[in-house]
């Protein structure tokens, strides 16, 4: 079965360091997605991408944040200078194939960032 | 805009009890409801839908939930409860449009199954 995955599953960096995280949607998929789950808090809305620009986002992705999907198969968040609080399971997803049949969101396991 | 409230951040039950996991909606489109389920240190895993067809939805593992638009509600249920369903689950609201699905999601509840 098809499945987004996401690299790397846990990754420790230091404040005020630049983070990349990287995530392969679902090869047909249209639609590509980041949320965020702070730990014990709800999963969050962060940002949707779709033909090559970003096609909504919430307040929480403010400038330190940027997507990209640099080749046909990456989608990646940035984190430009991270911050204590940015510490979170980030988890992609993807939805929407070209017929518009697929109704729902598959999401990855997650990239656990921790900022130290 | 589009929320969801879950009623009760914790349910313990015993196994072989019934699982009742409660989700009211408010959207100002005609919703498509989600569950997903999260076991520890894991994704989301998908456990069922309910978009726009028949109002009872059968999912994975035994579970299902009823559309109920009149108490704007998406309940889980799963008759006999057993220790491997233990994990968060997350009701979550979104519209589909063309494939497009971002979702809202309730704040989640833990559930518990004692021996």
């Known amino acids: 079965e098809p499945e987004v995955t996401q690299t790397p599953s846990h990754q420790v960096t230091q404040m005020g360091q630049e983070v990349i995280l990287r995530c392969v949607p679902i090869?047909?998929?249209?639609?590509f997605y980041w949320y965020r789950q702070i730990l014990g808090q709800k999963v969050e809305f962060l940002v949707s991408f779709y033909n090559n620009e970003i096609s909504e986002k919430s307040e929480i992705f403010d400038d330190q944040f940027s997507v990209e999907r640099p080749d046909g198969s990456n989608f990646t968040l940035k984190i430009r200078s991270t911050k204590l609080e940015d510490s979170a399971m980030y988890f992609c997803?993807?939805?929407?194939?070209?017929?518009?049949?697929?109704?729902?969101?598959?999401f990855g396991q997650g990239t656990r960032l921790t900022v130290v | 805009a589009q929320s969801v409230t879950q009623l009760g951040s914790h349910v313990s039950v015993s196994e072989g009890a019934l699982v009742l996991l409660r989700c009211n909606y408010s959207?100002?489109?005609?919703?498509?409801l989600f569950w997903y389920v999260q076991y520890p240190n894991q994704g989301l895993q998908l456990l069922l839908k309910?978009?726009?067809?028949?109002?009872l939805v059968k999912g994975i593992n035994g579970f299902e939930a009823e559309f109920k638009k009149s108490e704007t509600s998406f309940h889980l249920t799963k008759p006999s409860a057993h220790m491997s369903d233990a994990a968060e689950y997350f009701c979550a609201v979104g519209g589909v449009s063309g494939g497009y699905n971002k979702l809202i999601f309730g704040a989640g509840t833990r559930l518990a199954v004692h021996p």
């Open positions: 090869s047909n998929h249209l639609y």
């Open positions: 997803a993807s939805s929407g194939d070209s017929r518009g049949i697929n109704t729902e969101a598959f």
């Open positions: 309910y978009t726009s067809a028949a109002t």
């Open positions: 959207s100002s489109v005609p919703p498509y």
